[in-house]
């Protein structure tokens, strides 16, 4: 296959693959915030810096704290999407490994609700207000719900990736799959969160106006250890690869990804390098950063798939994309797809610039809150 | 033909339909919670800007922060859970529900994604907006919670009453399927009903509304519970579009179902009298113990309806698709050629505790056919339903299991595997002794084929019918 992914497939085949890896990328942004966002917050909690200004009462911390529980929502509803597709896409092998998994794998709901309400903890004016550690420890708490969450799809997906397992593993009643590319694929994704979340951050940090260069050398710093990372980990996981994959990511259908990855890391890397050294939020210079990470994100999420494209018989399960491509209702999703994209601009817009009545009281404990807190400083 | 195998988990002495059933009426509930909460805010949102009623903003926003941390936190993930537990329970089930809807699932999303906006919108704004943005968002929130119920109740429906569609046929015809509307106001006037229920917890335990602002917004949320008198009508419209068998299993001919459909009826009609004479006619006070009391036996009536929609579409789980075991009508006859475990790839976990070959054989045609509805011992338990029949009983009734009872499906294997499950039901009967004959006479599978033969591959009930 030497087409740049995904036109070396049937034409039904490559349109689920299309929309698959785009809704994951979206998922992948979302993820990012909630999972690398709790992870910083745990660290500033645990390590404030100097009393004077904790890091942990910083704008990079409070508006972490404030979004959260919207950033784990949004990568929840996110992920609903690609869930659907991966199921029309790879049925078998995705289900096989949910069963194969079975409690070990269903744990997720629950955690994730934990760690969904630890995140409302988290924001609540108790935990604001008290003693670090006690923030330290919720959000160190829903960060680890929110690692094992990722931990486990990992798990899944290289478990479905080896059908030849599957008898044995599921004969031996085990309930944990363990195999080499685990934790360097593991650290790739989780490495891979840092600079994304930074970034997001400064986003909303200058849309606010409350950037520190303090904060933002921090967050330079800490994306560029992220990068460094993924980098170091992606090598990892590369020299695991099986000879498919390895042919997916170096031939025609992979190669293009993997050059869009490497730009995007490299823009990535300079413009945090430019940050740290002078840490001025510049519109330009985000805007150029997130190209950078979208193309990053895009060519590796094309990659992971080309991983599991080379794993799996594919060409069998082409007859089976051409049924669920013949069923009805494309045109109505795209229909409601637009029009509900328009409203939930409006919904912003409603929000932003809905006007307030007069005499109205501000809402406790939302924003009100972080702008007191920023007027404190 | 290549027959999809996929491992098949042990529950212990729960039955699955206990796992899904389980999570499903609570998703339900939240679900309908939540639809009903937006068009309860919205109508407590125009009492506030019109002047109507003072504290409805008050209690409009106390509502909207416990529907957001239930239904945003909870009722979304167990959404998600419901997928995952589908694909635990019969993954060929809700495989072929995402092959013939995805488009219908995925325009739900757009909806879904719609509702999240709409709401955090205003739970992070909502405050500080003036009435007529907080009255669009409060309509966005409703109307998209709405459309989801739309979306999913067509999928639902069709599992039932596909109408009609066939496989890869229109996917409309099976959306707008005969139940699909009845099914769609009944679940519209619950959602309703739950959200007052809901509101007079709520609005008891918010600290900020006085006792008499509490019993004016109280009286003002039970119109929300008036479209209940509508229920009843729906409820009959409904069981006038199952399918004969469907309606009979729940009017008599199955205990369980019947049982359950009383304890349905019977909670919303308390529930409904109580709202109707008590609340809106009288205009007594409810206190917050009685609330709950209330919306207690709405999650009863709920769960005992979920129940009864689940239970009467047996023997199948897709209509006329796909039985409850997961087979297709058109795999039966092969797999009775070729048995129905020979290819199944899938160890047994426990294989050294049977006793022999033929009840390791046993125990995985009971895996593979009969565990999606039985345990062995536990809930639903083999042993407790057919441990107490002769052997020949057992081969007669196994064999002609869909005449046996009409809301089995027939059974899928060759007579040597029918033999090996009386066995081993024989054996767990026994108490799972380390010894254990073979039994291998060839009249004895000669007479199992027979009655299989005799018995057919068609369900019990067309069988009837056609009679």
Redesign the interface.
């Known amino acids: 296959m030497n087409a740049p992914f995904p036109f070396g497939f049937p034409l039904p085949t490559a349109f689920y693959l299309t929309l698959y890896v785009l809704t994951l990328v979206i998922h992948v942004l979302f993820v990012s915030y909630a999972l690398a966002g709790t992870g910083y917050l745990a660290a500033v909690h645990f390590l404030p810096g100097h009393p004077s200004a904790p890091r942990h009462k910083g704008p990079a911390a409070q508006t972490l704290r404030d979004w959260m529980p919207?950033g784990l929502?949004?990568a929840?509803?996110a992920?609903?999407?690609p869930?659907?597709?991966i199921?029309?896409l790879y049925?078998?092998s995705f289900?096989?490994a949910?069963?194969?998994l079975?409690h070990r794998?269903?744990a997720i709901?629950p955690v994730?609700?934990a760690g969904?309400?630890l995140l409302?903890l988290l924001k609540s004016r108790r935990a604001a207000e008290g003693p670090a550690w006690r923030g330290g420890a919720l959000a160190l708490a829903a960060w680890l719900c929110f690692a094992f969450t990722g931990y486990s799809w990992t798990e899944n997906h290289l478990l479905s990736l080896q059908p030849g397992a599957?008898?044995a593993f599921?004969?031996a009643?085990s309930y944990f799959f363990w195999t080499a590319a685990l934790l360097p694929r593991l650290s790739l994704w989780a490495a891979g969160t840092i600079p994304v979340m930074a970034l997001l951050v400064c986003w909303q940090l200058w849309l606010g106006g409350v950037g520190s260069p303090a904060e933002v050398r921090r967050l330079a710093a800490l994306a560029l250890l992220g990068l460094l990372l993924s980098a170091l980990a992606a090598a990892g996981y590369g020299t695991l690869l099986p000879p498919g994959a390895r042919e997916f990511a170096s031939g025609g259908a992979g190669a293009p990804y993997l050059g869009l990855a490497l730009i995007g890391w490299m823009f990535q890397a300079g413009i945090w390098l430019t940050f740290w050294s002078k840490p001025d939020l510049r519109p330009g210079l985000l805007a150029a950063a997130s190209a950078g990470a979208l193309l990053s994100v895009l060519g590796m999420t094309v990659l992971r798939e080309g991983v599991r494209l080379a794993s799996l018989p594919v060409e069998r399960l082409y007859a089976?994309h051409e049924?669920?491509a013949?069923?009805?209702?494309?045109g109505?999703?795209l229909f409601?797809?637009v029009?509900?994209?328009a409203?939930?601009g409006?919904?912003?817009v409603?929000?932003?610039k809905?006007?307030?009545?007069e005499g109205?009281?501000?809402?406790?404990g939302?924003?009100e809150d972080f702008r007191e807190a920023l007027e404190r400083r | 033909m290549e027959f999809?195998y996929?491992?098949?988990?042990d529950f212990g002495p729960a039955m699955k339909g206990m796992i899904i059933g389980g999570l499903g009426i609570f998703h339900v509930f939240l679900a309908q919670f939540a639809i009903g909460g937006g068009m309860l805010m919205c109508y407590f949102q125009w009492l506030s800007q019109t002047g109507r009623e003072p504290a409805a903003r008050e209690a409009l926003d106390g509502y909207f922060k416990f529907l957001v941390?239930v239904s945003?936190?909870?009722g979304?993930?167990?959404g998600?859970?419901m997928?995952?537990?589908a694909?635990?329970i019969s993954?060929r089930t809700?495989?072929m529900m995402?092959?013939?809807?995805?488009?219908?699932?995925?325009?739900e999303?757009?909806?879904?994604?719609?509702e999240?906006?709409?709401g955090?919108?205003?739970y992070?704004?909502?405050?500080?907006?003036?009435?007529?943005?907080?009255m669009?968002?409060l309509v966005?929130y409703s109307v998209?919670a709405w459309f989801s119920l739309f979306w999913v109740n067509g999928i639902l429906s069709w599992q039932l009453t596909p109408g009609g569609w066939a496989p890869?046929g229109?996917?409309?015809a099976g959306f707008f399927n005969p139940s699909f509307w009845p099914s769609l106001l009944y679940r519209t006037f619950a959602s309703t009903s739950i959200a007052a229920l809901v509101a007079c917890v709520v609005v008891n335990a918010h600290p900020r509304l006085s006792l008499a602002q509490r019993d004016a917004v109280i009286h003002r949320a039970a119109h929300f519970l008036i479209p209940m008198v509508l229920m009843p009508f729906l409820g009959l419209w409904y069981l006038y579009t199952l399918p004969p068998d469907s309606r009979a299993w729940a009017l008599g001919g199955s205990a369980a179902m019947t049982l359950f459909t009383g304890v349905a009826a019977g909670a919303s009609l308390f529930v409904g009298l109580y709202a109707l004479i008590g609340l809106n006619l009288q205009r007594l006070t409810i206190n917050g113990a009685t609330a709950t009391l209330l919306l207690g036996l709405a999650f009863v009536a709920t769960g005992g309806g979920e129940f009864v929609r689940e239970g009467v579409r047996k023997p199948y789980t897709i209509r006329a698709a796909l039985f409850s075991n997961s087979i297709k009508p058109d795999e039966i006859a092969e797999l009775r050629r070729i048995g129905s475990v020979t290819r199944d790839?899938?160890?047994?976990?426990d294989a050294a505790r049977y006793p022999n070959d033929q009840v390791r054989l046993g125990a995985k045609v009971f895996r593979f056919q009969c565990s999606v509805c039985h345990t062995l011992s536990g809930a639903n338990g083999l042993v407790h339903l057919a441990g107490t029949w002769t052997p020949d009983q057992m081969r007669l009734n196994i064999a002609k299991l869909q005449q046996t009872k009409p809301f089995m499906p027939p059974f899928s294997g060759t007579a040597d595997e029918l033999e090996a499950l009386v066995q081993m039901i024989a054996w767990a009967k026994a108490g799972s002794p380390s010894e254990w004959p073979s039994s291998n006479e060839i009249a004895t599978i000669v007479q199992i084929d027979r009655w299989l033969q005799e018995a057919g591959i068609s369900p019990g009930w067309y069988r009837e019918r056609k009679q």
Request: glycine letters at 10%; aromatic letters at 20%.
């Open positions: 919207l929502s949004g929840i509803t992920g609903v999407a869930l659907l597709f199921q029309i049925q078998r289900y096989t949910n069963l194969l079975f794998w269903m709901l994730l609700i969904f309400y409302y599957w008898p599921f004969g009643g089976l049924q669920a013949r069923v009805g209702g494309l109505v999703f409601f797809f029009l509900n994209a409203l939930v409006w919904c912003v409603l929000a932003r809905g006007g307030a009545p109205a009281k501000p809402s406790p939302k924003e | 999809p996929y491992p098949i988990n941390l945003f936190v909870t979304a993930l167990t998600v859970g997928w995952f537990t694909i635990q993954p809700i495989g995402v092959e013939e809807f995805h488009w219908i699932w995925a325009t999303w757009t909806f879904f994604c719609l999240i906006a709409a955090y919108a205003y992070r704004h909502g405050a500080g907006l003036s009435d007529p943005a907080r669009r968002l966005l998209a890869g229109n996917v409309w790839p899938y160890p047994l976990r």
